[in-house]
């Protein structure tokens, strides 16, 4: 927690809005995408099934494999409490959603599934995307399944298992590029960076590349410096929370951090 204060800290002092930025690609994103605050139709639907979610009196038992937890270990937990800790909020499923909306995206990874409430941003602006997502825990993934049904969503495919053994076999499989993708899976270091790099090969010039909490911790604000350096990496956006990675080529490269 104190680590995550001093850092939003550092990162007020560095950021900026609009006013200066000198990359119009970056000042069309950030006043078109990033700050517009409209609401489209599906967000009704994602955040009733959120609210549903919320006041669920429901317990499942969890295994875990994210950051900070013992693999394989299973324990009952609330599905409010998952909702309410591991589900990116409503502010920042419905960025997705507008990044989604406006790069129009047909391939887009969401590693992270979690109860399938940003997947559904994902899923939402363009039926005709396919949305790979990966979830290691079989109860969370079923209950992922049930927000897909409930809102209609035809077009996501839930990879289950550990994202070790899946991305591989799953990326070799894709029909096209990696247009988007969305990494919220695995809060560490090593697994952060190695999921990137093995999406890496699978990226055009075009796609866009969000990575969850770059600054929540000291291993993912290094996962992040190593990512902003990557000699593919052109240009990124740091937004705190998230951060987009671009590899838009015949520019110099360029990162921005920016108020959102
Ligand atoms: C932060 S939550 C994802 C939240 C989701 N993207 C959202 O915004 O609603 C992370 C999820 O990744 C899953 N996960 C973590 N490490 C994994 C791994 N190695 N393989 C598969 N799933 C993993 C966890 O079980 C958890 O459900």
Not at 19 to 38: A, E, K, Q, R
Request: charged share 20%.
């Amino acid at each position: 927690m104190l680590y995550q204060v001093f850092s939003y800290f550092r990162f007020w002092l560095r950021s900026g809005n609009a006013h200066g930025l000198h990359s119009p690609f970056v000042f069309g994103l950030y006043n078109d995408v990033i700050h517009h605050d409209g609401q489209f139709a599906p967000f009704n639907g994602i955040e009733a099934r959120r609210r549903e979610l919320l006041s669920s009196p429901e317990s499942i038992t969890v295994r875990d494999f994210g950051a900070g937890s013992r693999l394989g270990a299973g324990r009952q937990r609330r599905l409010r409490d998952i909702a309410r800790h591991a589900a990116k909020p409503a502010r920042f499923g419905q960025l997705l959603f507008r990044l989604v909306n406006h790069f129009r995206p047909a391939t887009i990874l969401e590693l992270g599934t979690s109860l399938g409430l940003t997947t559904a941003y994902l899923a939402s602006p363009n039926p005709g995307a396919r949305v790979v997502t990966f979830e290691g825990c079989p109860a969370t993934a079923a209950q992922a399944r049930h927000t897909f049904g409930k809102l209609g969503l035809p077009n996501i495919d839930l990879v289950e298992g550990n994202l070790d053994d899946t991305l591989t076999p799953a990326l070799a499989a894709l029909p096209g590029p990696i247009d988007f993708a969305f990494f919220d899976g695995n809060h560490r270091y090593e697994p952060t960076v190695r999921y990137f790099e093995q999406c890496l090969p699978y990226r055009t010039e075009r796609s866009v590349f969000v990575l969850d909490d770059i600054h929540w911790s000291a291993e993912m604000e290094r996962a992040w410096q190593t990512i902003r350096q990557h000699p593919e990496v052109m240009l990124t956006v740091d937004l705190f929370f998230v951060g987009l990675v671009f590899f838009r080529k015949n520019q110099p490269k360029q990162h921005f951090t920016l108020r959102f």
